[in-house]
């Protein structure tokens, strides 16, 4: 018999309490309810729900399309199509107590429970999940390394499949076969491959471009490797780079040699920011490094939080976060260059080991 995980249920109600002393949560995210119950499915246009409260069985609505086992430490209700999902929700909803609701609940469902009062007030909780998720347990860890592991071993086969005419959507192509190889289920996100100019747009989607002398070659990607998903880029040079390229190469790998030296417990995200947008400010790049230093990742690649110049929250022990600074010179150039990072008790601890030594592919 299946169990939800009580230590975990715990932490998150630790927190709704903190903040809505008393009130009940719904959560709906379907990685959230993975993390708390170990269930998972795709539920497209229908509704799964994980009702918690304190001092009470958390209660699992499943739709009967999708049957999970019995949980021992859960209550179940299970419900179908014809059933009016509004009824089912309060049947065990508290009239009388304030209800938080994750930021990915569908309208289509609060609104009717808005409408029929099924709780007093109404309050966004997914801070209560996004929290605790964000804080990774031992085993987390360890399922993270293992996936960073899987894509250091991917990325060191990507120089073997560049060559002159290659196209970007010819080697993405190639890529879900190379991680299943290598013990990934699935992409964590689409892969990236840009060429030349198309690497100054930080999320260009590959194409037929195809590769010529003296390009960039840069590739952002990452896969899921027991639900826990990896992210990494590298920038690599095809031929001789011209000097802006090589230049700009070295300011974006020392912006994330800096911003990786801090990283420890108690350091803000904002510094961590800061140390990086310095190093290319002071080198004359700032307009062009666009976007926040970082994003945190887990059972998604990008969960809430992040690593950004408004970000005052502190980095504590068991967060995971990308440093990915880069430099974008529109219709000419781009480099960027990723690791994750794991915090630890005292420090953090890079979880990719690729080189980011400049490296220069000739074929």
């Known amino acids: ?16 309490e903190e903040r809505h002393p008393g009130a009940q949560l719904l959560v709906t995210d379907p990685w959230s309810i993975f993390y708390l119950t170990g269930f998972y499915a795709e539920m497209y246009e229908r509704f799964s729900g994980v009702l918690l409260r304190a001092g009470e069985r958390p209660v699992i609505f499943d739709n009967a399309l999708y049957p999970i086992d019995g949980y021992g430490n859960a209550d179940v209700v299970v419900f179908d199509d014809a059933d009016d999902l509004a009824s089912v929700l309060c049947s065990r909803i508290d009239p009388a107590v304030p209800l938080g609701v994750d930021a990915q609940m569908r309208s289509g ?3 009717p429970l808005i409408e029929r009062s099924a709780a007093p007030s109404f309050f966004l909780g997914s801070y209560a999940v996004a929290e605790t998720r964000a ?10 390394r293992a996936s960073s592991r899987v894509n250091d071993a991917v990325m060191a086969e990507l120089p073997g499949l560049v060559h002159e005419g290659a196209t970007e959507r010819g080697i993405a192509a190639q890529l879900l076969d190379i991680y299943r190889a290598h013990g990934a289920e699935d992409f964590s996100f689409p892969p990236i491959v840009s060429f030349g100019a198309h690497a100054a747009d930080p999320h260009h989607e590959p194409d037929g471009t195809a590769l010529r002398a003296g390009e960039v070659v840069l590739f952002d990607i990452g896969g899921r490797r027991e639900r826990y998903c990896s992210d990494m ?3 690599f040079f095809f031929g ?6 090589a230049r700009v190469y070295d300011v974006v790998r020392r912006a994330n040699e800096a911003a990786e030296a801090l990283v420890r417990p108690g350091v803000r995200f904002c510094d961590l920011d800061r140390a990086a947008r310095g190093v290319i400010e002071d080198a004359g790049y700032g307009p062009y490094f666009t976007h926040r230093l970082g994003h945190s990742i887990g059972l998604e690649d990008h969960e809430p939080g992040d690593v950004s110049s408004v970000n005052e929250d502190v980095v504590e022990p068991g967060m995971t976060f990308s440093i990915e600074p880069g430099v974008y010179l529109p219709g000419r150039t781009g480099v960027r260059i990723e690791d994750l990072v794991l915090v630890t008790e005292d420090g953090a601890e890079v979880l990719n080991a690729y080189p980011k030594e400049p490296m220069r592919i000739d074929r």
């Open 1 to 16: 018999m299946a169990m939800a995980d009580e230590g975990r249920i715990a932490r998150v109600l630790d927190r709704l």
């Open 233 to 235: 880029t590298r920038t």
């Open 240 to 245: 001789e780079p011209d000097a802006e390229s």
């Open 135 to 144: 804080r990774k347990d031992a085993r987390e860890r360890e399922l993270m």
């Open 109 to 111: 469902f609060l609104m």
